[in-house]
Nanobody
Framework: QVQLVESGGGLVQAGGSLRLSCAAS????????MGWFRQAPGKEREFVAA????????VYADSVKGRFTISRDNAKNTVYLQMNSLKPEDTAVYYC???????????????????WGQGTQVTVSS
């Protein structure tokens, strides 16, 4: 079991940056793959970025590749999402999620994630 709490969301102008954090409870955080997903009003939740439990592999959605960076600090039980060059279409609620048993090749699959945070709002103004 792991509990997840996101922070760092807010309102930013287009072209700006934000860093989201996801703090996890539990002593086995380092064994979980971690992902960031987002959901805009009226749309389905979609994959943004994911990282394996070792940090050796990261995957990004095409829409954020080159702008967003996912990282983790297992000593702090925290995963981060650095978001640069933000666009209005990045506006959404961002969720952090954890998956304990997922192959590195499948860390972008939303169905693999059993544990979810409550979400943090990111709003990008034009």
């Amino acid at each position: 079991q792991v509990q997840l709490v996101e922070s760092g969301g807010g309102l930013v102008q287009a072209g700006g940056s934000l860093r989201l954090s996801c703090a996890a409870s539990g002593r086995t955080f380092s064994s979980y793959a971690m992902g960031w997903f987002r959901q805009a009003p009226g749309k389905e939740r979609e994959f943004v970025a994911a990282i394996t439990w070792t940090g050796s592999r990261t995957v990004y959605a095409d829409s954020v590749k080159g702008r967003f960076t996912i990282s983790r600090d297992n000593a702090k039980n925290t995963v981060y999402l650095q978001m640069n060059s933000l666009k209005p279409e990045d506006t959404a609620v961002y969720y952090c999620a954890a998956s304990q048993f997922v192959a590195p090749q499948a860390i972008q699959d939303i169905v693999r994630y059993a544990y979810w945070g409550q979400g943090t709002q990111v709003t990008v103004s034009s």
